[in-house]
């Protein structure tokens, strides 16, 4: 039982998302907490350019246990065709349901 412990323990969860404003604009990014990401977004904690246009609603996100494919994955979606993210997006939400709007906070 203690080698699951610590396996667990040292197991970590990364997410690559997409926030969007309610006018569609788009915003990828990588994280270890996606919660508390998505939170500081929506109460503009990190200025830039999700603040400057409101882009605050979780509309996709993927989870991936390495760091390394996580972020590679987020450039790989970064440097897609806003057709192709929207395609994703659409794939798994099509309605664009904000994903985050029942958790606690949000």
């Given amino acids: 039982m203690r080698s699951v412990w ?17 006018s569609r604009t788009l915003y ?3 994280t270890n907490n996606l919660e508390r ?10 200025p830039g350019f999700t603040a400057r246009y409101n882009i605050n609603r979780l509309v996709y996100y993927e989870v991936c246990n390495d760091p390394l494919a996580a972020i590679s994955r987020e450039k790989q ?14 794939s798994l939400n099509c309605d664009w349901k ?9």
């Fill in 77 to 90: 979606i970064k440097g897609w065709t806003r057709l192709r993210k929207v395609a994703l997006i659409e």
């Fill in 6 to 22: 610590i396996v667990r323990v040292l197991t970590k969860t990364y997410y690559v998302y997409i926030l969007a404003s309610k």
């Fill in 28 to 30: 990828t990014g990588v």
């Fill in 37 to 46: 990401r998505v939170i500081e977004h929506r109460r503009k904690l990190l």
């Fill in 98 to 106: 904000d994903l985050s709007g029942a958790w606690p906070g949000s």
